[in-house]
């Protein structure tokens, strides 16, 4: 882990982070959030018709794979 100087003492997210309770809040959130716009783009990228990865079915004027 990287680690920062503050006021001559060394630091890490550990001590910057976890050992202040009031901080969990924060991190359940944002990690909430990160997995949900992951959650959401993958679901997407893999279902939605609109979106073609394969180079056969991008740039045809008909969708015919329906």
């Known amino acids: 882990m990287q680690q920062t100087m503050h006021k001559g003492k060394r630091m890490n997210f550990r001590h ?5 309770t009031s901080t969990y809040p924060i991190i359940i959130v944002l990690s909430a959030a990160g997995c ?4 959401f783009g993958s679901y997407f990228l893999l279902n939605s018709p609109d979106v073609q990865i394969s ?6 004027k008909l969708r015919t794979w329906e």
């Open 16 to 20: 910057n982070w976890l050992s202040d």
């Open 55 to 60: 180079p056969m079915k991008r740039n045809s």
């Open 36 to 39: 949900l716009c992951a959650g």
